[in-house]
């Protein structure tokens, strides 16, 4: 008789439910890094072609959107959507809940037109 699968619903940031450090920000840098493989692919670039326009090599790239991408700061990932024609607004706001702590979230906006 085969075992039952033990499902876990997750949070919404896989590397909180890990329970590794820095959670926030390293899913921050993957929904980013996330994006500019979206937008490389949808401009149907090569990942040359992408490193040429962020300032980096292909196989920095590569590494990129296999999920390397610890040794770049968000300010960096940021400035590598700015280089794909994109603005990036930091909005701060008030938190729901009074008294605790706010988040950071990264919505992208895929409705714009390339």
């Given amino acids: 008789m085969p075992r039952k699968a033990r499902v876990t619903v997750g949070g ?8 590794l450090p820095d959670a926030g920000t390293h899913f921050l840098k993957a929904q ?11 401009r149907k670039l090569t990942q040359a072609q992408a490193g040429r326009r962020m300032g980096i090599t292909q196989p920095e790239v590569s590494r990129m959107f296999r999920g390397h991408f610890r040794e770049y700061s968000i300010e960096r ?3 590598f959507l700015t ?8 909005v701060v706001k008030p938190h729901k809940k009074s008294g605790k702590a706010g988040s950071i979230t990264f919505v992208p906006n895929t409705q714009a037109a390339e």
């Fill in 12 to 19: 919404g940031n896989i590397f909180a439910d890990l329970g």
């Fill in 32 to 42: 980013i890094a996330s994006e500019i493989y979206r937008l490389t692919g949808q």
């Fill in 77 to 79: 990932l940021m400035e």
């Fill in 83 to 90: 280089a794909f024609d994109r603005d990036v607004e930091i």
